[in-house]
């Protein structure tokens, strides 16, 4: 029998990111890793790393930092994702004791890169004889990956869509994950159907881009599908009850994808669809390539089609040459769409991205002082949004255990979090709550009905 090895993974950034930590750890579980809480002592440790922002890549440092001290003969160190395919050279230079680096696309090639990383351990002399492995391969990793080896619960991430041809001048993603990529209808369908099948019922489809995923059709059909019309054929899988997707870009909302909201009764009546912001000056300069105009009809086609349709954006505040006057427009856009939720962010100018090189770089205290302005907005109205839920009756999918001892967390179909008390009997079913009391971030009732099962 293999004895277990200990495999440790960290993940920085995106959903897909944490996609990709789980196919990691399916990949090695058959060469006997499995999953352990803390780096120290492991036999394997990932650093699943994000490059999106200054913060993100700093902090992938300092965390290296910790581990180092732990790190022992038997410890092979990976630094993977988004840092790893733009910084490859960099991370074995600044960090010789890292003795794999690796980008998102390579990863299905782990096992190979660890044996690799065995062999040559007991022969390094000195830094940069680790493996490096940051080409774009011409096989797509999704070919290559085996099915899923540890129980997703009750939901799950699908990626469907990967890479980026949009090249906004603030961003990095283009360089770090490549070019678009459209998994193949098929493939999807298969690996929903074995999640399905294993308990999860609720799916989030995830891209870089996932509304501009063009997938080889099924069924015998030739061309390709939309977003639209994968979900139509997603939500004929029996146990599938809600499908979720992100994240999506303005100039790719289609149609068929819009219907998709009023048409298929398992698409979630939430939408995630960054705008950045709300100047037309600063979405050209940022080559969004649409405008607050088309942006805000897009919004209010999915409110004729989906009513009650909850929206959610990303904002950068501080773009070079955002004067006040932009700035107001993003605000103005803001009190126009009424967000359920949002992220925001201070530019952080990115190496080898065009925007680093703009002239007017906005000043680091004018840029906090916006930002806090912005989600002192964005605060208000998911309060707002959230506060207007209390006496309604809302289906929650309880997927997580709480802090304490028979509390279970889930989510609304608008994406809010709701706390429960309830007996155990409930994890990972279907409830309804009914809204008692509403916080900025949570929602709380009692249940009122669970599911029946699903047969
Ligand atoms: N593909 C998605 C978003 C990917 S990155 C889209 O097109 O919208 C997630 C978010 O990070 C972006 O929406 C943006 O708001 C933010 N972001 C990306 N690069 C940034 C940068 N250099 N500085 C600050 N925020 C950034
Ligand atoms: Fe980045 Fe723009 Fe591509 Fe989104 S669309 S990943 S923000 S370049
Ligand atoms: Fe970060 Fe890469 Fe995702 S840069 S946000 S981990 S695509």
Known sequence: MMTAKHLYIKTYGCQMNVYDSGR?????????????????????????????????????????????????DKMILAVAGCVGQAEGAEIMRRAPYVDIVLGPQTYHRLPEMIARAERGRDKRKGPGRGVLEVDFPVESKFDHLPEERYERGSTAYVAIQEGCDKFCTFCVVPYTRGAEYSRPVQSIYDEVARLTLGGVKEITLLGQNVNAYHGRAAGGQTGEWGLGKLMAHLATLTGLTRIRYM??????MDEELMAAHRDIPAVMPFLHLPVQSGSDRILDAMNRKHTRGHYLEIIEKLRQYRGDIALSSDFIVGFPGETERDFEDTLDLIRDVQYAQAYSFKYSPRHGTPGALMDKQVPEDIKTERLAVLQDLLNMQQQAFNAACVGQTLPVLLDRKGKKEGQYLGKTPYLQSVYVEAPASVFGRLVDVKIEKASANSLTGPIVKVEAFLQ
């Open 24 to 72: 990691m750890a399916d990949i090695l579980q058959p060469l006997g890793y499995e999953l352990t809480e803390t780096p120290e002592g492991a036999d394997l440790v990932i650093l699943n790393t994000c490059h999106i922002r200054e913060k993100a890549e700093e902090k992938v440092y300092s965390d290296l930092g910790r581990i180092r001290p732990f790190k022992n």
């Open 247 to 252: 994240t999506s870009h303005p100039r790719d």
